[in-house]
Structure formats: C-alpha cells, structure tokens
C-alpha cells in the first residue's frame, strides 16, 4: 500500500519536479497501439513538447514513470465525453482549425465507438490508421508512421 501511495504522488507531483535541465519529459503509456494514443503523442510532439519522448509498457502494467498518458490512472487519457486528443487540446487551449477537425474525427472513432459515424471521413480513417498499426511489429515503429499519417492528414486539413 505504501509503495502504491508513493507511486501516485510521484505521478502527482511529476510535472512539477520535471525541469528544462532534467531532459525531455517521458510520456509513458501501454503498448497496445489506437488512434487516439497515436494521434495525443502526435500533438504532443508537434504543438506541446517537440523535444518529448515516449516509452511503452505491456498493457496492464501501472506506469510509475515519466507522464502517464492514454492509462487509466493517467490525467491525460480518454474520459466518458472527450478522447485524450481532445483532452490535451482542452488543458494546452488550442485552437488551430485543422486540429479540431482531426480532435473531432478522433473522437468520432473513439467515444462515438457503437454509434453512427457523425463524420463522413472518421470510417475511412480509422481504418486506415489500422492497416498502418495491423502491419508494425512495435509500439515505436507504429508511433513513427502514425506521426508520418497525421502529418499529412494535418496537412490535407489545414489546405481546406
């Protein structure tokens, strides 16, 4: 109990023990790859953090390290109404256009799991999202093409 108590202060207190000098901030997460996960370390590292790092557990495990995200215990992970993307884009107040766009296909995919897809593009993206994660053998290379997949789709977005 002592040693789960220490665990969740340290999670608490987390972001603020971390400095500039320390290095970059260590997002962690479980290895089990999604669109939502994918596309909030996507932002992080595009619009938070650039210098952010990420490293994944087995699924199940209790992260203790670095900034849990996308885990149950975490403060940025989905909630009953909002996916994580949506989350972070809430506590960092952006508002870029094309990133709310790709905040509302996402939580089209994710929140809006069992219902009629609002978004005529969420369909096709989460497939194909899940062509690209089907075929990586790792959390790290599915993270690598995801960033390429949101690129361009930020891209396509903010051209519209």
Same mark, same amino acid.
């Given at each position: 109990m002592?040693?789960?108590? #220490?665990?969740?202060?340290l999670?608490? *207190?987390?972001?603020? *023990?971390a &400095?500039?000098?320390?290095?970059p901030?260590?997002? +962690?997460?479980?290895?089990?790859? =999604?669109?939502? !996960?994918? +596309?909030?370390?996507?932002?992080v590292k595009r619009?938070? @953090?650039? &210098? #952010? ?5 087995? $699924? ?13 215990? #975490?403060?940025i992970?989905?909630y %009953?109404?909002? #996916? +994580?993307?949506?989350?972070l884009? $809430? !506590? %960092?107040?952006?508002r870029?256009?094309?990133l709310r766009?790709?905040?509302?296909i996402? %939580?089209?995919?994710e929140?809006?799991?069992?219902? /009629? $897809?609002?978004? =005529?593009?969420?369909?096709?993206i ?7 994660? /089907?075929? *990586?053998?790792?959390? =790290?290379?599915?993270? $690598? ?5 949101? @690129? ?6 903010r051209?519209?």
């Amino acid at each position: 109990m002592k040693r789960l108590c #220490a665990q969740l202060l340290l999670i608490v *207190l987390w972001p603020f *023990l971390a &400095t500039p000098e320390s290095g970059p901030a260590i997002y +962690a997460t479980w290895e089990n790859m =999604e669109i939502d !996960k994918c +596309a909030s370390a996507w932002l992080v590292k595009r619009f938070v @953090d650039k &210098t #952010a790092e990420f490293r994944f557990y087995p $699924k199940g495990t209790l992260v203790t390290a670095g900034i849990p995200f996308d885990v149950p215990q #975490a403060e940025i992970r989905r909630y %009953h109404n909002m #996916a +994580a993307f949506e989350y972070l884009m $809430k !506590k %960092h107040r952006i508002r870029d256009p094309a990133l709310r766009k790709i905040g509302e296909i996402i %939580h089209d995919i994710e929140i809006n799991y069992w219902g /009629k $897809k609002r978004l =005529e593009e969420s369909r096709d993206i989460d497939e194909t999202f899940r062509e690209i994660i /089907k075929r *990586l053998e790792t959390p =790290e290379a599915s993270l $690598k093409q995801g960033f390429a997949f949101f @690129d361009r789709l930020y891209s396509r977005l903010r051209a519209d």
